[in-house]
């Protein structure tokens, strides 16, 4: 299996609710990725975890919680956001963070709108 | 940190015409330089990339080439087809310390191929 697949495609929520995107992979990576995608703009990074620890929070609101269950599962849980957290989410693995030459593999994303 | 600039931000061509993209970075350490293409409403793929120990590589119509003194890295489309008409991002390997990598991208390409 070569991909990356993530759970929702598309999620609705209000601001009071909870939720959870999902993300898998089954290439062995040992890296795992969440970026944010507002439209017409790059990938901005959320969070790194490297062997099921988190390496880098890019001084992300707590309102958003990653987790890693193992190596192959990604969650990253919502609560009480906010109509500018709309964008379409993104999770990506690599082999590892150790290295430089770590090619980043993407999920087809999840499309968040708070209303 | 790094910074990522890219060039031009829209560029139109007529089909079977080349494209060329530009980039710089300012981290002369780092030595990892992927392109992803990006359709509207999909994924960020990856279509090509280029280490610092080499100057040039190819992969059929798409080639890059890098200019480690000069830091800046090119995409060249040549005989382009309106399926590569896309968002195209490049991004650059560098080190955030204790031997953990990220990408950082640049803003993005939109690039037209015209029938």
């Known amino acids: 299996d070569t991909e990356v697949t993530q759970t929702p495609k598309h999620l609705v929520m209000g601001m009071t609710n909870k939720k959870s995107l999902k993300c898998e992979q089954h290439m062995g990576h040992r890296a795992m990725y969440w970026y944010k995608q507002k439209a017409k703009k790059p990938p901005e990074l959320m969070f790194v975890y490297s062997y099921e620890k988190l390496s880098i929070n890019e001084s992300v609101p707590s309102r958003f919680s990653p987790e890693c269950p193992n190596s192959s599962l990604l969650n990253l849980h919502l609560h009480a956001l906010q109509p500018e957290d709309s964008a379409l989410y993104l999770c990506a693995s690599s082999p590892s963070v150790s290295g430089a030459y770590n090619e980043q593999f993407f999920g087809p994303g999840t499309r968040l709108t708070v209303l | 940190g790094e910074n990522v600039e890219q060039h031009p931000s829209t560029l139109s061509v007529q089909e079977g015409d080349s494209a060329v993209i530009k980039c710089t970075y300012s981290?002369?350490?780092?030595?990892?330089f992927p392109w992803y293409k990006q359709e509207l409403g999909k994924r960020p793929q990856l279509i090509i990339d280029i280490r610092s120990n080499v100057g040039e590589k190819k992969d059929q119509r798409i080639a890059v080439t890098l200019n480690k003194t000069a830091k800046h890295f090119s995409l060249h489309i040549t005989e382009t087809q309106p399926e590569d008409s896309a968002v195209y991002f490049c991004a650059a390997s560098s080190t955030t310390g204790a031997g953990s990598y990220q990408l950082t991208f640049g803003k993005g390409t939109k690039l037209s191929v015209i029938p």
């Open positions: 981290d002369s350490a780092s030595n990892y």
